[in-house]
């Protein structure tokens, strides 16, 4: 396994961005990219790269935040719908094969609460945080419904 970063302050084997990895041509058979999308400024230009090092029938796995708190480290650009990640994948020349929701509506829900808590409590409302928790996997389970998920992450091939 490789890894690449913006820097190799974390001991990366290779620096770059998403956007312009300075990697070979068809050099990798799968990359998993997980949420990486979002800090992108050009998500477009980042899945063309990401197709460019891929070898042909290879795979991409691709998650990124559908809703989640503003995180610029170093920047927060993007969500994601379902569509918009299988679309994503398309207009980088990859052929989305399967896309799955994590965390339902209600965990989504109560992750929003979690979220203003945070800025309301800090750190001592943790146990209402994984409370919260608790209750929205509980309810996703009893109540299944993934149109307002945390997340989206999409499986993608490569043409041959």
Known sequence: MKTLDIDRQHGSDYEGSAEKTGLANESFELILCTQVMEHCCNPW??????Q????????????????WFYHPHPTDHWRFTQEGLLHLCEMGGLKPEAILSQGGSALALLQIVNFLGYGLLGRGGLPLFFLNDCLGMTIDKMVPDTSFSLNFACLATKPG
């Open 52 to 67: 460019r090092i891929l070898k042909p029938c290879g795979r991409l796995i691709v998650s990124a935040p559908h809703v």
């Open 45 to 50: 230009q980042a899945i063309r790269e990401i």
